[in-house]
């Protein structure tokens, strides 16, 4: 289903096998504005750590990818560090909830702005950016972050299944003038680019050997690496800007987008293009790393296509 609009409401979406959608938004929304922002932070990583006794399968994941991106690691640390993702992906319940229905006066005050000086630049030279974050837990916050700072984007987006979720959803992820587009309509990606707008990209997971290259990330000198980042960059001869949001030691969502990096960046050479890339992404995910998605199967690809030799067997 490809549909990149505003959903409509329609009488449909109050139908009985809708119930328990509009419930669980409905207490997610109360929740998350009754409390103060302590006691959510301490309710989002309780979930978290309470998940952890059955997610045995997603924490032997993060292990994985742990032992292979940072071998030196030692047991315990490796052991706190798993922990502590599962904290976080706890909050990002929490901050889901933040982003999506907390008004904006209210949103502000969890912000800092480190330097976001590339994207102001570019914004004042009618540059279309590609502005590339990872799979940080709190992504949603990160993209509303930018918006409420005046700096609104398009994000790459597949509709949900479920039409009461997706209601609800689509409305969430375009607050303050964020906008959505399917996620495989790269000429409409490429199109607003050019046209000087925003584009959020996330070149960092393994998205299977389709258009995509071998090449190092963390310590693992074979990583299946998308090419849509030089693609999208080459086509629409955008700026390219590495942009994060991470949580700091105070509860507050460090804004960072400072740095422009199209001017080196190899764009005719994919494999080159998709290393260089994977540089800016380690640099990105190392200001906190226990804040990043862990659990996906970042090294599943393998170059000969072997399932016999996974690295997560």
């Known amino acids: 289903m490809k549909i990149d609009k505003k959903p409509d409401f329609t009488l449909s979406l109050l139908h009985p096998k809708h119930w328990g959608v509009w419930f669980g938004f409905g207490l997610l929304a109360l929740i998350v504005n009754v409390l103060p922002y302590s006691l959510l932070f301490r ?4 979930i978290g750590k309470f998940g952890m006794r059955f997610g045995g399968k997603r924490a032997d994941i993060a292990r994985r990818n742990l032992e292979l991106a940072f071998p030196d690691k030692t047991q315990q640390e490796m052991d706190e560090f798993i922990e ?59 993209a509303r972050a930018f918006a409420v700072l005046g700096l609104p984007g398009y994000g790459a987006y597949r509709p949900h299944s479920n039409p009461a979720y997706e209601f609800i959803q689509y409305r969430g992820r375009t607050r303050n003038g964020n906008q959505l587009i399917y996620r495989t ?13 925003r584009l959020f990209y996330l070149p960092d997971q393994d998205y299977g050997h389709n258009k995509s290259v071998f090449v190092p990330f963390f310590a693992v000198q074979e990583t299946c690496t998308t090419t849509g980042t030089s693609i999208l960059a080459h086509t629409s001869r955008c700026a390219i800007v590495p942009g994060s949001g991470f949580r700091n030691s105070d509860g507050k969502y460090e804004i960072i987008a400072g740095q422009s990096i ?31 998605l862990w659990m996906h199967k970042r ?5 000969d296509h072997s399932l016999t030799n996974s690295r997560y067997l």
């Open 299 to 303: 090294f599943k690809s393998l170059p």
């Open 43 to 46: 309710l989002g990583r309780g």
């Open 185 to 197: 309509d790269l000429k409409k990606m490429i199109k607003v680019m050019r046209q000087g707008h």
């Open 84 to 142: 502590e993702n599962f904290k976080n992906s706890g909050m990002a319940l929490i901050e889901t909830g933040i982003t999506w229905f907390w008004p904006t006066w209210r949103f502000q005050r969890l912000l800092v702005v480190k330097d976001i000086t590339a994207l102001k630049q570019h914004e004042a030279n009618n540059k279309g950016v590609l502005l590339c974050c990872v799979h940080a837990l709190n992504l949603e916050i990160t």
């Open 262 to 292: 199209e001017d080196q960046y190899p764009r005719k050479d994919d494999v080159a293009a998709a290393a260089y890339m994977n540089h800016y992404v380690e640099e990105i995910i190392l200001r906190a790393p226990e804040q990043w």
